[in-house]
């Protein structure tokens, strides 16, 4: 017997046909989108998203096509066992249940920011069985991590979604410095709020823009943008003071960290003066 000899049912040939010719249309078509060596744009990431799932859809339809009498009789040979089959594939039909909701609602397209299962991320890819995120750091600078989280689609069905789109430009940071009683802090009150709104001019009008923008985007009122001083104690006897500002994402870590250096700096100046006062005191008394 020689592999000549050898005949290759004619659906396997079509059917490897149609997955290497489906394969190709896909890799010209995304080829075409990366066309340039420059980092994508959201609108060329979407129409990846959008060729990856039509050559899967697309291959889905034309296997079944090709081996429809073939599967109507594997349905009904294994028709008795069709409530176990539904069990096991529980997960995969929520998935692709879910893939469908999304379709029919699109709560969130590729490349916008969202919170899911307490998890923080742009979305970078989503198909029938999952979507996957690009991590975002909330708590430190608004930053990638560098690491991806794969949510399966099953999730969209139990779960919110939070859109986050728009503080992908602004967002309102707030923040919180913990003081034991050495110093008033209402006394440092008046210069801090001096000193921010020093460092929030130069993007006031813009952020007045973006705020109103949103407003009627969202059919709310404006969001203030001017910056809120909330002080306060803690449980552990300790003096809070929490600063929210409306400023540039990017920018938010930075101004943290000037405004935090601004309050130390009030901070040790008024300790240091009470200090100094307190010995004066003993060695006039003494």
Not at 28 to 49: C, G, H
Not at 211 to 222: C, F, M, N
């Amino acid at each position: 017997m020689v592999i000549s000899d050898i005949s290759i049912p004619p659906k396997v040939v079509l059917t490897i046909i149609l997955i290497v010719g489906v394969w190709i249309i896909k890799a010209v078509w995304i080829a075409v989108i990366r066309r340039t060596n420059r980092p994508l744009e959201e609108r060329q990431k979407n129409w990846i998203s959008v060729a990856r799932n039509l050559s899967n859809l697309g291959v889905a339809i034309g296997i079944a096509f090709v081996w429809l009498s073939e599967l109507q009789n594997f349905a009904i040979s294994v028709a008795a066992f069709t409530v176990a089959i539904v069990i096991a594939t529980k997960e995969l039909l929520q998935c692709l249940l879910g893939f469908f909701t999304w379709v029919m609602n699109r709560p969130f397209r590729v490349g916008d920011w969202i919170k899911i299962n307490e998890q923080y991320g742009e979305v970078a890819d989503i198909d029938w069985i999952k979507f996957r995120l690009l991590e975002v750091d909330f708590e430190n600078g608004y930053s990638y991590t560098g690491r991806s989280i794969t949510i399966m689609n099953s999730a969209l069905l139990t779960q919110p979604v939070i859109s986050l789109n728009f503080m992908r430009r602004y967002v309102m940071h707030k923040f919180s410095i913990y003081r034991d009683n050495s110093v008033n802090l209402f006394e440092l009150r008046d210069p801090i709020t001096q000193t921010i709104n020093e460092l929030i001019l130069p993007f006031k009008d813009v952020a007045s823009r973006y705020s109103s923008l949103i407003s009627k985007r969202l059919e709310i009122e404006a969001t203030s943008i001017e910056p809120f001083i909330d002080i306060h104690t803690s449980d552990l006897t300790h003096q809070v003071i929490s600063i929210t500002i409306f400023c540039p994402t990017e920018e938010a870590h930075l101004l943290e960290q000037k405004i935090t250096e601004c309050f130390m700096k009030l901070w040790y100046k008024k300790v240091n003066t009470f200090n100094s006062d307190k010995s004066l005191n003993e060695e006039n008394g003494a």
